[in-house]
């Protein structure tokens, strides 16, 4: 398989070539600058120095809730625009918490080098990725993209994770609606503040995260930030998701009906919606009983296929036959009767050969399991920049709040709904993904 030969515009001088931000991708394709906002909104990230900034789409977006910007180009897009060619030039230094690459990795002749000074500069960076096979998939089915053929550099994710690793704590892996790969991390080697600013920073803090404050858990609150939240405090919650989807896809045929139980701001269906992106039209119905979480979710996802709907779980009349029921971490926030009452109307409402997937808290039986669950969950929480009265803060909550079940109880409430076959997906921390099969 041969990747594009070098188009003409490819040989032109660098600057030349981006002179115009009309030729930018940005500015074909502002739903990724969007997407990206996004990210670094619910991350709670504070300013932003936007390498490739094209026409500073990023910038308008971040603006309108009120975080710093910093805009850098191989040429200058406006007066305050650091010009650098990453190529020649080392990053520059700017007042900013986070480095933003957005569609720019693939032009550098050495991403390693890139990373390493960043690292040494910024606290965090967010980067988009074309991944390998994305570009050998465009040109087998002769769709290249017109801005590959000017590519220097493509990377598999795994191969590419690798070396951002190295420089990088991955804070966040998810995938775009145009198919790239955003990362966002947190540098090993940024130096950390000092003792005395810490304690300094912790006693002018506000005294509770949003949301989540006496021993409570208001999901309205955290609606805008969420997908960090659950990030921060759910080891391998991308996995946990992905997983689901690739599930759904060995059952799901086109005219299928896919329901989400609990789906907060919507990332789970437009993951689902990514890895069934190939079986079409599939109809996915989404369910939560936060209203920030449903217009939230509104907000992110667009799609006429996704319909996203304000309901309590307990009392939502699910659409007949569906092939795929999710409920991640949900079921867990539920009393026992109405998890059974739910569980109970799953499997009625699934088609003979339909599947679901929950994803539930899990306490360990045995004492010294339950205690290594526990550290391993709080050892994880500060390496994802969580301090120890975050942690202690969000675990009160979590005590108040979840009702977690073994796993033998959980799988009796399962067969007791009248799944006669579960299996456990995957298992990380005190957290399972079960997959229930109606026959």
Known sequence: ??????????????????????????????????????????FGVTSVLDIGCGNMKLGELLGQSGIGYVPADVVSRSPECLVVDLNRDPVPVADAECAVMIGVQEFLDDPARVLQDIAAKYARILITLSPLQTIYDQVWHGRPHTITSTHVTAFSLKDYKRIFSRFFVIEDLDVMSNGQYVLLGRSKRHPSPSAAAVAIAEADAPPAQPGIAGNDIDFDQLAGRFEAHIFKSVPFHGVFLRTAAMLAAAVVRPGSVCVDLGCSTGRFPRILRRQLRDIAPVRIVAVDNSPEMIAEARRRDTSPLTDYVLE????????????????????????????????????????????????????DEAGKGQMTNHYLLNAYKR????SDPEVLEKERAVRSTLRPLSRRD???????????????????FGWDLYLLEKV
């Open 383 to 386: 390496s994802m920049g969580l």
């Open 312 to 363: 309590d779980i307990v009392a939502f009349a699910l659409p007949p036959a569906p092939a795929f029921v999710s409920c991640l971490f949900t079921l867990q926030f539920l009393d026992l009767d109405d998890r059974r009452s739910v569980l109970a109307a799953i499997h009625e409402a699934l088609e003979w050969r339909g599947t679901a997937v929950v994803a539930e808290k899990v306490l």
């Open 1 to 42: 398989m041969k990747l594009p030969k070098p188009s003409a515009k490819a040989l032109v001088p660098v600057a030349e070539r981006w002179a115009d931000p009309k030729e930018t991708y940005g500015h074909a394709n502002p739903q990724r600058a969007r997407e990206v906002a996004d990210k670094l909104i619910a």
């Open 410 to 428: 959980n799988e009796a409430l399962f067969r007791d709904a009248g799944f006669r076959n579960v299996h456990v997906a995957m298992s990380a």
